[in-house]
């Protein structure tokens, strides 16, 4: 079948009057209309999921006792703690 101009400039006559009435793509009343609804499963997902985003992950407490001693100049950390920390997180960093 060969499509000619005429018959493309005809079809978008046809679409461009159709879009100019602003006919309804969907016809259906508001009692008509499809329901979504949501397990039990998954409104408790959804619970918790909202519950994880509030949290940062930050222990503010732990953050406020840290942030006072050294504050105060009691602060105290060992030397090889941290070069343990160092160590570990270099060697996780070059794992990928």
Do not use: C, W
């Amino acid at each position: 079948m060969k499509i000619n101009p005429s018959q493309i400039a005809k079809a978008m006559e046809i679409y461009m009057a159709q879009k100019s009435k602003g006919v309804p793509a969907d016809k259906k009343s508001q009692s008509e209309m499809d329901e979504v609804g949501l397990s039990d499963t998954a409104q408790a997902f959804q619970v918790a999921y909202k519950a994880v985003q509030k949290n940062d992950g930050v222990n503010m407490e732990k953050v406020n006792r840290i942030k006072k001693q050294i504050e105060e100049g009691q602060y105290n950390i060992s030397s090889i703690d941290l070069a343990h920390k160092m160590l570990d997180y270099i060697l996780s960093k070059n794992k990928i």
